[in-house]
């Protein structure tokens, strides 16, 4: 069995390799001319020559070193090796596709690995435009790393008056609707909300402290993997959805629209709705 550590060491390599596709970003123009974009089908969902790029180079990079690793990913979906080694790999090669279309710097290349009773061992969210590569293994906390510096991430300060909510909005207009009207109710006891495009990365910013909580519901595992193990690494209190994983198929769109996925100090897990 491999341990956490190691498998911590190839996914920094793989988000690494991802990210270094998406820094070869040129400033075309805010409307993204160049970038190869096309809707993959609701209005908004976005899919740019990068993000294809980025995922085979981080999938290239995983199977140099554990081709017996099953990969789950956004742009090519499942790939299932002849040996299985009953580890599986969840890639996001750019969270924020939009934004990085329009050249807002809140985009990552997000990588995570579960074991065999599907539990996350390890996870890198690598932000290039940021400067920022987040990551975790299980057991062993969490770490930001930029501008030379490690930093071990410890959550949002208890307590503190202020408190900031991030969030999200579907891409289906029926549910995008339906939460537009629960976000009222959503935001009592909180000041301000945020949302920046990003779940991985909305999730890295509760790790880092900057955020008091994360919640949305309607998204991929691919999404939330690598994030969600950062921000429970990191102390906070986080609630994955329970979603069909993407080697049985994956979720219905039903069900993958109704589930959320939660994380924040621990005094506001009462929060979210269940």
């Given amino acids: 069995m491999t341990d956490a550590k190691e498998l911590l060491e190839v996914a920094k390599r793989a988000a690494a390799a991802g990210a270094a596709v998406l820094a070869q970003?040129?400033?075309t123009g805010t409307g993204g001319d160049g970038l190869e974009t096309s809707n993959k089908g609701e209005a908004g969902d976005w899919v740019t020559a990068f993000d294809v790029a980025a995922e085979n180079a981080v999938r290239e990079a995983i199977m140099s070193e554990r081709p017996n690793d099953a990969i789950t990913g956004e742009e090519h979906g499942t790939?299932?090796?002849?040996q299985p080694s009953g580890y599986r790999w969840s890639i996001d090669p750019l969270d924020?596709?939009?934004?990085?279309i329009r050249n807002i710097v809140y985009y990552a290349?997000?990588?995570?690995v579960a074991d065999s009773d599907g539990v996350w061992q390890a996870g890198v969210v690598?932000?290039?435009a940021l400067g920022r590569i987040y990551s975790a293994a299980r057991g062993l906390g969490a770490w930001m790393d930029a501008g030379g510096e490690t930093t071990t991430l410890a959550g949002p300060v208890p307590g503190r008056t202020g408190l900031i909510l991030a969030t999200g909005f579907s891409y289906d207009p029926a549910t995008r609707a339906s939460q537009s009207e629960g976000l009222a109710a959503l935001m009592e006891g909180f000041a301000d909300v945020r949302r920046l495009g990003s779940a991985a990365l909305d999730l890295c910013l509760v790790a880092d402290g900057t955020f008091d909580a994360y919640g949305e519901r309607g998204l991929n595992e691919h999404d939330f993997a690598a994030g969600a193990l950062i921000a429970e690494e990191a102390g906070c209190w986080v609630r994955r959805p329970r979603l069909e994983s993407p080697l049985d198929g994956g979720p219905s769109t039903e069900d993958r629209l109704a589930a959320w996925m939660c994380a924040g100090a621990l005094e506001l897990s009462g929060k979210f709705p269940l």
């Fill in 96 to 100: 924020g596709t939009t934004n990085f």
């Fill in 109 to 112: 290349t997000s990588v995570a």
């Fill in 126 to 128: 690598h932000a290039p």
């Fill in 25 to 27: 970003r040129s400033a």
């Fill in 79 to 82: 790939t299932r090796p002849e």
